[in-house]
Structure formats: structure tokens, C-alpha cells
């Protein structure tokens, strides 16, 4: 059982440039979910997705973009890296409409920008 | 709006202590609590839940129930094991304008010592 699959786990980037975190789930869950986590800050929620097709700013959203390819894909891309970007980023799912169910995590990825 | 207050630690303690990690949530409605554990150089993963006050979620000798009067929903484990080391994360899920949203705590480390 893979559950929520997230490439690469460790990116070191230069200031300024552009990479895209990768994540898939095969659990058909509606919606997923980009989170970054950092020292004594728990997790914040940079994007979701309700839905195939739909995308809503979370939290923290600025220097970030996401793409909701398909149900199970939902990809996390750093136009112009800054250091203020170096942290863990997690993807998670969960069944949409369900809200006291859990949701499913990615092992991370773990970022650092030089 | 709605928020997640843990303490903050790291909470150290020796194989079979009691352990009570503290949390407490601000919220409109009627929120699900949720504890997840971070084990090191993983993602979370769902501890034990509660979907309505008064109920007691459990799982693997831990505890924690929705106290919808204090606004808590404290952890708590009889005899500690050096295996539960660990990130422990408190969480409220709730609609927001039709979706739902995740939030957590800034978590809490644990350490046992043998």
C-alpha cells in the first residue's frame, strides 16, 4: 500500500531557482493538501485542493504555486527559491466531505535553499 | 478564528512515567480533534481521534478526550516506552466555507530515556 507518494525527499537549490515537489496518492481521496513545516511552527498550509480542478490558497502561500494534474496527483512548484524556503514539505489526502476523517501524510521533502 | 495550542517541549521522560502532553483549541462550531505522531525521518501519522465532546479517542496505550468545556484534548499514556519517542502534533479539522480545513499544534517532542 503506497498511500501518498512524494518526490524528491532531499533538494538543495540555489537562490532563484525553480523546482517542482511532486506528489501522488492512490487512495482516491478528493482532496490533497501542501503543507510546510518548520522549527516550533507545526504545520502550515501553504495550498489545497478540494477537488480535481479546484485550488485554494492556505496560509502561506506567497512564492508558491500548485497544479492539481489529476485525482491523484497534486504537484508544488517554488518559481524563484529563497532561503526563507528551506523547511519540510508535506502532501497529505483525505476524503473531501468527510471531515472528522484523518488524513494521509507523505513522508516529506526535505528542502534547503542556499 | 480556530487554533491549536500545545506545549512546548521537549518533554523528557523515563521508560513506564505517565506521560500528559497539553492541548487546547480555539474553534467556531464543533470541530474533530486529532493527535498525530511524527516518529524521526517520517511523515505523520494518525495517533487517535474524536469527532464530538465527550468522546475519548485511544490507540496504543494512549489517551485523549474532547473536552468541549476546557476546550482540550490532553494526551495522555500510563507507562511510556522508549518507541514512543517522537513528534506529537495536536489538530482540529472543521468546514470552512464548504471545505475542509486542517489545523495543527507547533508539536511536541518527546524523549524517553531508558
Known amino acids: 500500500n503506497a498511500g501518498v507518494t512524494q518526490t524528491p525527499k532531499f533538494q538543495v537549490l540555489k537562490t532563484g531557482q525553480s523546482m517542482t515537489l511532486q506528489c501522488a496518492q492512490d487512495m482516491n481521496h478528493n482532496s490533497m493538501y501542501w503543507y510546510r513545516q518548520d522549527p516550533g511552527m507545526g504545520l502550515r498550509l501553504i495550498y489545497y485542493?478540494?477537488?480535481?480542478?479546484?485550488?485554494d490558497k492556505g496560509e502561506v502561500p506567497n512564492g508558491y504555486n500548485v497544479s492539481r494534474l489529476n485525482k491523484r496527483e497534486f504537484s508544488l512548484r517554488l518559481e524563484s527559491a529563497a532561503p526563507s524556503q528551506t523547511s519540510v514539505y508535506f502532501c497529505?489526502?483525505?476524503?473531501?466531505?468527510?471531515?472528522?476523517?484523518?488524513?494521509?501524510f507523505g513522508q516529506g521533502t526535505r528542502l534547503t535553499v542556499v | 478564528g480556530n487554533s491549536v495550542t500545545q506545549m512546548e517541549g521537549p518533554v523528557t521522560l523515563s521508560e513506564e512515567a505517565f506521560l500528559t502532553i497539553n492541548c487546547t483549541y480555539t474553534a467556531t462550531g464543533y470541530p474533530s480533534l486529532f493527535w498525530y505522531v511524527q516518529y524521526p525521518g517520517e511523515g505523520l501519522q494518525l495517533l487517535l481521534k474524536a469527532t464530538k465532546a465527550d468522546d475519548k479517542g485511544s490507540n496504543k496505550g494512549f489517551e485523549a478526550t474532547y473536552r468541549k468545556e476546557t476546550t482540550s484534548f490532553h494526551l495522555e499514556k500510563g507507562s511510556v516506552q522508549v518507541s514512543d519517542s517522537a513528534v506529537y502534533f495536536c489538530a482540529l479539522s472543521y468546514m470552512d466555507t464548504g471545505r475542509r480545513a486542517l489545523t495543527f499544534g507547533s508539536g511536541t517532542r518527546l524523549q524517553v530515556q531508558p
Open positions: 497529505a489526502s483525505s476524503q473531501q466531505g468527510a471531515w472528522n476523517t484523518e488524513a494521509f
Open positions: 485542493s478540494a477537488s480535481e480542478g479546484t485550488t
